[in-house]
Protein backbone atom coordinates (compact mmCIF):
# COMPACT_ATOMS: atom_id res chain seq x y z
CA UNK A 1 0.00 0.00 0.00
CA UNK A 2 2.54 2.56 0.88
CA UNK A 3 4.64 1.56 -1.84
CA UNK A 4 1.83 2.21 -4.39
CA UNK A 5 1.29 5.84 -2.89
CA UNK A 6 5.21 6.80 -3.21
CA UNK A 7 4.78 5.64 -6.95
CA UNK A 8 1.84 7.74 -7.18
CA UNK A 9 3.65 10.70 -5.69
CA UNK A 10 6.16 10.04 -7.99
CA UNK A 11 4.48 10.31 -10.63
CA UNK A 12 2.60 13.42 -9.77
CA UNK A 13 6.08 15.20 -9.03
CA UNK A 14 7.17 14.05 -12.41
CA UNK A 15 3.86 15.50 -14.42
CA UNK A 16 4.60 18.72 -12.33
CA UNK A 17 8.15 18.97 -13.77
CA UNK A 18 7.31 18.35 -17.16
CA UNK A 19 4.05 21.16 -16.86
CA UNK A 20 7.18 23.50 -15.66
CA UNK A 21 9.61 23.02 -17.96
CA UNK A 22 6.84 23.25 -21.21
CA UNK A 23 5.80 26.62 -19.38
CA UNK A 24 9.47 28.10 -19.15
CA UNK A 25 10.08 26.74 -23.22
CA UNK A 26 6.58 28.64 -23.66
CA UNK A 27 7.75 31.73 -21.80
CA UNK A 28 10.96 31.87 -23.88
CA UNK A 29 9.23 32.64 -27.31
CA UNK A 30 11.75 34.61 -29.27
CA UNK A 31 11.04 37.81 -31.64
CA UNK A 32 12.29 35.56 -33.87
CA UNK A 33 9.14 32.88 -33.18
CA UNK A 34 6.22 36.15 -32.77
CA UNK A 35 7.78 37.44 -36.29
CA UNK A 36 7.40 33.96 -38.08
CA UNK A 37 4.01 33.88 -36.31
CA UNK A 38 2.59 37.42 -37.50
CA UNK A 39 3.83 36.00 -41.37
CA UNK A 40 1.74 33.21 -41.01
CA UNK A 41 -1.23 35.43 -40.07
CA UNK A 42 -0.34 37.20 -43.19
CA UNK A 43 0.43 34.47 -45.38
CA UNK A 44 -3.60 33.58 -45.84
CA UNK A 45 -4.50 36.76 -47.32
CA UNK A 46 -1.05 37.69 -49.11
CA UNK A 47 -1.43 40.60 -51.41
CA UNK A 48 0.91 38.99 -53.65
CA UNK A 49 -1.86 36.80 -54.92
CA UNK A 50 -3.12 39.84 -56.80
CA UNK A 51 0.48 40.56 -58.44
CA UNK A 52 0.14 36.48 -59.60
CA UNK A 53 -2.92 37.25 -61.26
CA UNK A 54 -2.60 39.83 -63.08
CA UNK A 55 1.21 38.32 -64.11
CA UNK A 56 -0.73 35.55 -65.58
CA UNK A 57 -3.11 37.63 -67.47
CA UNK A 58 -0.25 39.39 -68.95
CA UNK A 59 1.52 36.12 -69.92
CA UNK A 60 -1.05 35.22 -71.74
CA UNK A 61 -2.43 38.61 -73.02
CA UNK A 62 -0.99 39.71 -76.60
CA UNK A 63 0.60 42.71 -76.19
CA UNK A 64 3.12 44.83 -77.72
CA UNK A 65 4.07 46.51 -81.14
CA UNK A 66 3.54 42.94 -82.89
CA UNK A 67 0.41 42.04 -80.54
CA UNK A 68 1.74 38.76 -79.44
CA UNK A 69 1.74 37.09 -76.15
CA UNK A 70 4.44 35.71 -74.36
CA UNK A 71 3.38 31.95 -73.99
CA UNK A 72 6.27 31.25 -76.49
CA UNK A 73 8.56 32.74 -74.16
CA UNK A 74 11.77 30.02 -73.70
CA UNK A 75 12.60 30.70 -69.84
CA UNK A 76 15.03 27.54 -69.74
CA UNK A 77 12.41 24.28 -70.26
CA UNK A 78 11.22 24.99 -73.36
CA UNK A 79 9.34 27.46 -75.29
CA UNK A 80 6.49 28.42 -72.85
CA UNK A 81 6.99 25.97 -70.33
CA UNK A 82 6.63 27.91 -67.16
CA UNK A 83 6.53 25.31 -64.21
CA UNK A 84 9.51 25.04 -62.37
CA UNK A 85 11.23 27.14 -64.47
CA UNK A 86 12.10 29.95 -62.03
CA UNK A 87 14.16 27.25 -59.70
CA UNK A 88 16.92 26.89 -62.49
CA UNK A 89 16.94 30.61 -62.95
CA UNK A 90 19.56 32.20 -63.57
CA UNK A 91 21.30 29.71 -66.10
CA UNK A 92 23.06 30.24 -69.62
CA UNK A 93 20.78 31.30 -72.96
CA UNK A 94 22.46 30.62 -76.14
CA UNK A 95 20.47 32.50 -78.13
CA UNK A 96 21.35 35.42 -76.03
CA UNK A 97 24.56 34.08 -75.60
CA UNK A 98 24.93 34.97 -71.83
CA UNK A 99 23.42 33.80 -68.57
CA UNK A 100 20.20 35.15 -67.67
CA UNK A 101 17.77 35.31 -64.47
CA UNK A 102 14.06 35.77 -64.51
CA UNK A 103 13.57 39.05 -65.00
CA UNK A 104 16.62 40.04 -67.84
CA UNK A 105 15.20 36.65 -69.68
CA UNK A 106 11.38 38.06 -69.53
CA UNK A 107 13.01 41.34 -70.94
CA UNK A 108 14.15 39.58 -73.55
CA UNK A 109 11.10 37.75 -74.43
CA UNK A 110 9.42 41.03 -74.48
CA UNK A 111 11.43 42.47 -76.91
CA UNK A 112 11.94 39.22 -79.25
CA UNK A 113 8.44 38.35 -79.14
CA UNK A 114 6.14 41.43 -78.41
CA UNK A 115 8.65 43.85 -79.66
CA UNK A 116 8.71 46.11 -76.88
CA UNK A 117 12.32 47.79 -76.22
CA UNK A 118 13.97 46.57 -74.18
CA UNK A 119 16.44 49.30 -73.72
CA UNK A 120 13.39 51.06 -72.51
CA UNK A 121 12.42 48.95 -69.93
CA UNK A 122 15.43 48.45 -68.43
CA UNK A 123 15.62 52.41 -67.47
CA UNK A 124 12.50 52.42 -66.25
CA UNK A 125 11.98 53.01 -62.56
CA UNK A 126 10.59 49.60 -60.25
CA UNK A 127 7.23 49.72 -60.34
CA UNK A 128 6.62 51.62 -63.25
CA UNK A 129 4.74 51.00 -66.50
CA UNK A 130 6.80 48.03 -67.97
CA UNK A 131 8.61 47.18 -64.97
CA UNK A 132 5.31 46.97 -63.11
CA UNK A 133 4.29 44.56 -65.52
CA UNK A 134 7.73 42.74 -65.21
CA UNK A 135 7.09 42.11 -61.67
CA UNK A 136 3.71 41.12 -61.44
CA UNK A 137 4.94 38.45 -64.50
CA UNK A 138 7.89 37.46 -61.99
CA UNK A 139 5.48 37.07 -59.31
CA UNK A 140 3.60 34.56 -61.60
CA UNK A 141 6.17 32.51 -62.67
CA UNK A 142 8.09 32.05 -59.45
CA UNK A 143 4.51 30.69 -58.15
CA UNK A 144 4.50 28.29 -60.41
CA UNK A 145 7.43 26.91 -58.95
CA UNK A 146 6.21 27.15 -55.42
CA UNK A 147 6.98 24.46 -53.11
CA UNK A 148 9.61 22.80 -55.78
CA UNK A 149 13.67 22.71 -54.95
CA UNK A 150 16.70 24.76 -55.95
CA UNK A 151 17.87 23.22 -58.57
CA UNK A 152 20.41 25.81 -61.01
CA UNK A 153 22.27 24.35 -63.47
CA UNK A 154 26.21 24.53 -63.28
CA UNK A 155 26.74 22.57 -66.95
CA UNK A 156 27.61 25.39 -68.81
CA UNK A 157 31.00 27.71 -68.40
CA UNK A 158 29.65 30.31 -68.23
CA UNK A 159 27.35 29.58 -65.57
CA UNK A 160 30.49 28.31 -63.61
CA UNK A 161 31.99 31.67 -64.37
CA UNK A 162 28.84 33.49 -63.14
CA UNK A 163 29.21 31.70 -59.70
CA UNK A 164 32.80 32.55 -59.14
CA UNK A 165 32.07 36.62 -60.21
CA UNK A 166 28.97 36.04 -57.78
CA UNK A 167 31.41 34.99 -54.73
CA UNK A 168 33.77 37.48 -55.53
CA UNK A 169 31.26 40.02 -55.51
CA UNK A 170 29.35 38.88 -52.45
CA UNK A 171 32.90 39.03 -50.50
CA UNK A 172 33.86 42.46 -52.32
CA UNK A 173 34.33 45.17 -49.27
CA UNK A 174 34.04 48.57 -50.52
CA UNK A 175 31.68 51.93 -50.03
CA UNK A 176 32.10 54.62 -47.78
CA UNK A 177 31.11 52.07 -44.90
CA UNK A 178 33.48 49.09 -46.61
CA UNK A 179 31.01 46.96 -46.77
CA UNK A 180 29.91 43.63 -48.25
CA UNK A 181 27.21 41.38 -48.67
CA UNK A 182 29.32 38.97 -46.35
CA UNK A 183 28.92 41.39 -43.98
CA UNK A 184 25.46 40.76 -43.02
CA UNK A 185 25.20 37.90 -44.77
CA UNK A 186 28.07 34.80 -44.07
CA UNK A 187 27.13 33.90 -40.77
CA UNK A 188 24.89 32.36 -38.72
CA UNK A 189 22.34 33.62 -36.47
CA UNK A 190 22.74 36.91 -36.60
CA UNK A 191 20.09 39.71 -37.02
CA UNK A 192 19.68 43.22 -37.57
CA UNK A 193 17.44 44.73 -35.09
CA UNK A 194 14.55 42.01 -34.80
CA UNK A 195 15.31 40.89 -38.47
CA UNK A 196 16.70 37.13 -38.81
CA UNK A 197 19.90 37.47 -41.28
CA UNK A 198 19.74 34.64 -43.49
CA UNK A 199 23.40 33.27 -44.14
CA UNK A 200 24.11 33.20 -48.13
CA UNK A 201 26.57 31.08 -48.39
CA UNK A 202 25.52 27.96 -47.42
CA UNK A 203 21.35 26.37 -46.91
CA UNK A 204 19.12 26.71 -44.78
CA UNK A 205 20.04 30.39 -45.33
CA UNK A 206 20.68 30.41 -49.10
CA UNK A 207 17.67 28.64 -50.30
CA UNK A 208 15.40 30.47 -47.47
CA UNK A 209 16.96 34.14 -48.41
CA UNK A 210 16.76 33.29 -52.42
CA UNK A 211 14.00 31.44 -52.55
CA UNK A 212 11.41 34.15 -51.35
CA UNK A 213 11.65 37.12 -53.93
CA UNK A 214 9.53 38.52 -55.30
CA UNK A 215 7.80 39.24 -51.82
CA UNK A 216 5.02 41.55 -50.92
CA UNK A 217 6.43 44.14 -48.34
CA UNK A 218 3.74 45.02 -46.02
CA UNK A 219 5.25 48.36 -44.79
CA UNK A 220 5.15 49.82 -48.12
CA UNK A 221 2.67 48.20 -50.06
CA UNK A 222 4.90 47.00 -52.77
CA UNK A 223 5.76 44.43 -54.72
CA UNK A 224 9.45 43.84 -54.82
CA UNK A 225 11.16 41.19 -57.48
CA UNK A 226 14.69 39.89 -56.92
CA UNK A 227 16.59 42.44 -58.92
CA UNK A 228 14.89 45.38 -56.71
CA UNK A 229 15.78 43.36 -53.28
CA UNK A 230 19.48 43.53 -54.89
CA UNK A 231 19.53 46.60 -56.08
CA UNK A 232 17.88 48.01 -51.98
CA UNK A 233 21.01 46.07 -50.96
CA UNK A 234 23.45 48.03 -52.81
CA UNK A 235 21.65 51.16 -51.28
CA UNK A 236 21.79 49.75 -47.80
CA UNK A 237 25.76 49.23 -48.86
CA UNK A 238 26.12 52.74 -50.05
CA UNK A 239 27.29 51.72 -53.54
CA UNK A 240 25.97 52.92 -56.70
CA UNK A 241 22.78 51.32 -57.70
CA UNK A 242 23.69 48.46 -60.10
CA UNK A 243 21.66 48.58 -63.74
CA UNK A 244 18.67 46.79 -63.86
CA UNK A 245 19.57 43.62 -64.91
CA UNK A 246 23.24 43.79 -65.14
CA UNK A 247 25.72 41.11 -64.85
CA UNK A 248 26.36 41.66 -61.19
CA UNK A 249 23.29 41.40 -59.80
CA UNK A 250 22.78 38.00 -62.05
CA UNK A 251 26.05 36.45 -60.99
CA UNK A 252 24.78 37.18 -57.03
CA UNK A 253 21.81 35.85 -57.89
CA UNK A 254 23.83 32.40 -59.29
CA UNK A 255 25.66 32.90 -55.87
CA UNK A 256 23.13 32.49 -53.49
CA UNK A 257 20.83 30.36 -55.93
CA UNK A 258 23.59 27.23 -56.42
CA UNK A 259 24.22 27.67 -52.66
CA UNK A 260 20.73 26.77 -52.00
CA UNK A 261 20.61 24.02 -54.28
CA UNK A 262 17.91 21.22 -52.45
CA UNK A 263 16.24 24.66 -50.84
CA UNK A 264 12.30 24.97 -51.16
CA UNK A 265 11.11 27.78 -53.52
CA UNK A 266 8.67 29.89 -50.77
CA UNK A 267 8.30 33.09 -53.32
CA UNK A 268 6.18 35.45 -53.91
CA UNK A 269 6.53 35.30 -49.93
CA UNK A 270 5.31 38.36 -47.71
CA UNK A 271 7.72 40.33 -46.19
CA UNK A 272 7.22 43.28 -43.59
CA UNK B 1 -10.71 49.46 -64.41
CA UNK B 2 -9.75 48.42 -60.71
CA UNK B 3 -8.25 45.14 -61.02
CA UNK B 4 -10.02 42.22 -59.79
CA UNK B 5 -10.67 40.98 -56.60
CA UNK B 6 -9.59 37.52 -55.23
CA UNK B 7 -12.37 35.89 -53.33
CA UNK B 8 -12.40 32.62 -51.18
CA UNK B 9 -15.46 31.05 -49.55
CA UNK B 10 -14.68 27.97 -48.04
CA UNK B 11 -18.13 26.42 -46.35
CA UNK B 12 -18.05 24.01 -43.19
CA UNK B 13 -20.68 23.36 -40.69
CA UNK B 14 -23.69 25.94 -41.27
CA UNK B 15 -21.43 28.70 -42.27
CA UNK B 16 -18.77 29.61 -44.86
CA UNK B 17 -15.77 31.96 -44.22
CA UNK B 18 -15.22 34.21 -46.60
CA UNK B 19 -11.60 35.69 -47.65
CA UNK B 20 -11.40 38.67 -49.72
CA UNK B 21 -8.10 40.51 -51.08
CA UNK B 22 -8.84 43.85 -52.91
CA UNK B 23 -6.50 45.78 -55.21
CA UNK B 24 -6.51 49.26 -54.58
CA UNK B 25 -4.22 52.00 -53.29
CA UNK B 26 -6.33 53.19 -50.66
CA UNK B 27 -4.49 57.29 -50.87
CA UNK B 28 -5.46 58.07 -46.91
CA UNK B 29 -4.94 61.82 -48.02
CA UNK B 30 -2.11 62.76 -45.29
CA UNK B 31 0.79 62.08 -47.64
CA UNK B 32 2.79 64.19 -49.75
CA UNK B 33 4.44 63.23 -53.10
CA UNK B 34 8.43 63.86 -54.12
CA UNK B 35 6.95 67.64 -55.00
CA UNK B 36 5.70 68.31 -51.40
CA UNK B 37 2.07 67.91 -52.54
CA UNK B 38 -0.74 66.64 -50.68
CA UNK B 39 -2.09 63.06 -52.65
CA UNK B 40 -5.22 63.59 -52.40
CA UNK B 41 -7.29 60.87 -50.53
CA UNK B 42 -8.47 58.47 -52.72
CA UNK B 43 -9.73 54.87 -50.68
CA UNK B 44 -12.83 52.49 -50.40
CA UNK B 45 -15.62 53.87 -48.48
CA UNK B 46 -18.51 51.12 -48.55
CA UNK B 47 -17.98 47.37 -49.31
CA UNK B 48 -20.77 44.96 -49.42
CA UNK B 49 -21.44 41.14 -49.78
CA UNK B 50 -24.65 39.11 -50.88
CA UNK B 51 -24.98 35.38 -50.73
CA UNK B 52 -27.13 34.49 -53.35
CA UNK B 53 -28.31 38.12 -54.33
CA UNK B 54 -29.59 38.44 -50.40
CA UNK B 55 -27.56 41.31 -48.59
CA UNK B 56 -25.05 39.40 -46.20
CA UNK B 57 -22.86 42.31 -44.92
CA UNK B 58 -22.41 46.11 -45.20
CA UNK B 59 -19.51 47.61 -44.13
CA UNK B 60 -18.25 51.88 -44.17
CA UNK B 61 -14.67 52.09 -44.47
CA UNK B 62 -12.45 55.08 -43.75
CA UNK B 63 -8.83 56.10 -44.94
CA UNK B 64 -6.68 53.97 -42.10
CA UNK B 65 -7.32 50.93 -43.75
CA UNK B 66 -4.61 49.64 -45.68
CA UNK B 67 -3.20 49.61 -49.10
CA UNK B 68 -4.86 45.69 -50.92
CA UNK B 69 -6.79 45.68 -48.00
CA UNK B 70 -7.77 41.94 -46.72
CA UNK B 71 -11.30 41.51 -45.29
CA UNK B 72 -12.17 38.21 -43.56
CA UNK B 73 -15.76 37.22 -42.23
CA UNK B 74 -18.19 34.62 -41.61
CA UNK B 75 -21.75 33.80 -43.45
CA UNK B 76 -24.01 31.78 -41.60
CA UNK B 77 -26.22 29.50 -43.44
CA UNK B 78 -23.72 29.71 -46.78
CA UNK B 79 -23.83 26.09 -48.25
CA UNK B 80 -21.26 25.11 -50.99
CA UNK B 81 -22.88 25.92 -54.42
CA UNK B 82 -23.91 29.41 -53.61
CA UNK B 83 -22.60 32.70 -54.94
CA UNK B 84 -21.19 34.99 -52.85
CA UNK B 85 -20.40 38.50 -54.73
CA UNK B 86 -18.34 41.27 -52.92
CA UNK B 87 -18.99 44.99 -53.88
CA UNK B 88 -16.34 47.84 -53.19
CA UNK B 89 -17.12 51.54 -54.03
CA UNK B 90 -14.07 54.03 -53.67
CA UNK B 91 -14.15 58.10 -53.01
CA UNK B 92 -13.95 58.47 -56.42
CA UNK B 93 -17.28 57.00 -57.61
CA UNK B 94 -15.48 53.76 -58.44
CA UNK B 95 -16.94 50.62 -58.11
CA UNK B 96 -16.14 46.47 -58.24
CA UNK B 97 -17.91 43.43 -57.82
CA UNK B 98 -16.55 40.01 -57.86
CA UNK B 99 -18.51 36.73 -57.36
CA UNK B 100 -17.30 33.37 -56.19
CA UNK B 101 -18.39 29.90 -55.49
CA UNK B 102 -18.60 28.84 -52.41
CA UNK B 103 -17.07 25.63 -52.02
Same mark, same amino acid.
Given at each position: ??Q???H ?40 A ?6 GE ?41 R ?34 N ?24 E ?16 G ?12 D ?12 T ?34 Q ?36 | ???P ?25 Q?K? !??? #? &???? $? ?12 ? /? ?22 ? !??? #? &???? $??D ?10 ? /??
Open positions: MNSVGNTKKIALALSLFVLSSVALAQKSSTDSIAEYRAMLQDGNPDLFEAKDLWKKARGPKNVSLEKCDLGKGAGVVKGAWVELPRFFSDTNVQDLESRLVTCMQDLQGLNAEEINKTPFGKGEQALTALATWISAESKGMKFNLPQGHIERKMYEAGKRLFFMRSPHDFACATCHSQDKRIRLQDLPNLKNPGAGNGFGAWPAYRVSNGQMWSAQLRLNDCYRQRFPYPLFGSDATIALGVFMGVNGKGGEATAPAIKR | MADMRIRAQASGDKATVRVLMSHEMESGRD !AAG #K &LVPA $WFIQEVSATLNGKP /VMSAEWGPSVSKNPFLQFTVKGAK !AGD #K &LAVT $WKTKGESRTDEAT /VS
